[in-house]
């Protein structure tokens, strides 16, 4: 079983870069006033890849507060839809991963359908009124571009990963050997 | 079983196509920008004005000014909005079977595709 502190050290690094991330895309023009291109969700997307549902929910619930505190927006109408969106994406990342009916790039795009469909509806609640659906074909087609930005990322991070030596843990199995491997290293500097 | 990082399976392309066409059947089904037709402005999902006539229209809720709905011929903007971000005013003009939306004011501006005319109603 994975140390409980790695995985509080591995989504604090995550959510902390995604959250420097959310703050610089606000810098990056969109087409549309409403919405942005999503790319800080490719920490989401690493961890629900690499680590699980679990850790990618964290990282999501992490990135989403942080991100709305530092843009003035906590607890506000727009907040509870992008938190919501956030946490449900993260979760169908994860359990999407899990099927292996998808490779990188359909993870990150069922994370974006699922995103602004949850959006949508959280807005639907608020407004009390159904027009913000009129909104969700273009965040559809513009997300799938931010899915694809966020998939290629991913798969360069793997790729990098790969070639380093360090194992992109896909599996319990690969999350076990990551774990025995970190004793062993550590019951061999004892040895020393 | 050790997993490849593939980046496109055919699943992926799978629900790629799924998305595109359901988006291109909405944008067939659905008309923007020609005909006539009234303005519909609602808070909270309560409507406060129905209108053809062209003018600037406040929306006030309990004294409080949220924002202006100016509509000019066939075309439809908000304007002076309270919200921090003022992501309605920079949705620029719309036309019929358009929307304007204001998140944080809970403010909806439909214009609604018709043939019908609408003096004024206001609640």
């Keep these: ?192 | 079983m050790k997993r490849t990082g593939n980046l496109f399976r055919i699943w992926d392309i799978a629900i790629l196509v799924v998305i595109f066409s359901t988006v291109a059947m909405f944008f067939c089904f659905h008309t923007y920008g020609e005909g006539s037709g009234y303005i519909e402005v609602s808070v909270n999902g309560e409507v406060v004005l129905k209108t053809s006539a062209d003018g600037v229209y406040p929306v006030v809720v309990n004294g409080k000014r949220l924002l202006s709905v100016v509509k000019d011929g066939e075309k439809v903007r908000v304007e002076d909005s309270t919200c921090p971000l003022k992501i309605c005013e920079k949705m620029g003009t719309v036309g019929p079977g358009g929307v304007i939306i204001c998140v944080p004011n809970k403010v909806v501006v439909k214009f609604v595709h018709t043939n019908e005319s609408v003096d004024v109603m206001t609640w």
């Design chain 1, 1 to 192: 079983m994975v140390n409980h502190s790695v995985r509080v050290m591995r989504t604090a690094l995550l959510g902390a870069i995604g959250t420097a991330v959310y703050l610089i895309e606000t810098l990056i023009p969109f087409p549309l006033p409403f919405g942005r291109w999503g790319l800080s969700n490719f920490t989401v997307l690493a961890a629900a890849i690499a680590f699980g549902t679990r850790e990618a929910v964290s990282v999501a619930l992490v990135k989403s507060l942080l991100g709305s505190i530092f843009t003035g927006t906590f607890l506000g109408p727009v907040f509870f839809m992008s938190f919501f969106g956030n946490l449900t994406a993260a979760f169908a990342q994860g359990v999407a991963w899990k099927l292996r009916i998808f490779g990188i790039f359909g993870v990150s795009l069922i994370g974006s359908v699922v995103n602004n469909m949850v959006q949508v509806t959280a807005g639907r609640l608020i407004l009390g009124s159904s027009a913000i659906f009129a909104l969700l074909p273009y965040m559809l087609v513009l997300g799938s571009f931010g899915a694809f930005a966020n998939a290629l990322i991913v798969k360069r991070v793997w790729s990098h990963a790969s070639s380093s030596g360090i194992i992109f843990s896909t599996s319990s199995k690969n999350v076990e050997n990551d774990s025995s491997r970190f004793q062993s290293s550590e019951s061999q500097d004892r040895g020393r």
